[in-house]
């Protein structure tokens, strides 16, 4: 590779996080005007409404199998075992991360969200392999 490719899929994450707060932000902000929750609600994390829990729990899942793509994304740049394949995969990892986050703070279907996990789970294990591959042969 030329330099950080890497890199750029983390980051397109990274602003997938961020729009998701914002979104939580939002959605929360529109039921205290709603009348729906106090603002003291949310300090005590009590009884959030569906609107905005969905949020929450989407960006909670950004920061649980993503973990591993970070620290495998990191690892694959130090061993210099990142190349177009990797990157590639890098790349369909996000674009599941971003799809998975759309079904889960709108229609929330089980039935499309948990294909889409799966297809990461399995797209980050190719990573991982490819990196124990990498180091085994180096």
Sequence with gaps: MTGYEIFWPLLAHVALVYGLYALLGLRRKKMVRAGKVARSDYRENRGEPVES????????????????????????????ADNIFTVSLAWIFVALRYAHAAIHVTSNEMRYRSPLFAAGYLVLAVLWVWLAVWMAMD
Excluded: D, G, R
């Design 53 to 80: 829990l969905v949020v929450k729990n989407a960006l909670a899942n950004q920061f649980e199998l993503p973990v591993l793509f970070y620290a495998c994304s990191i690892l694959l740049y130090i061993t210099q």
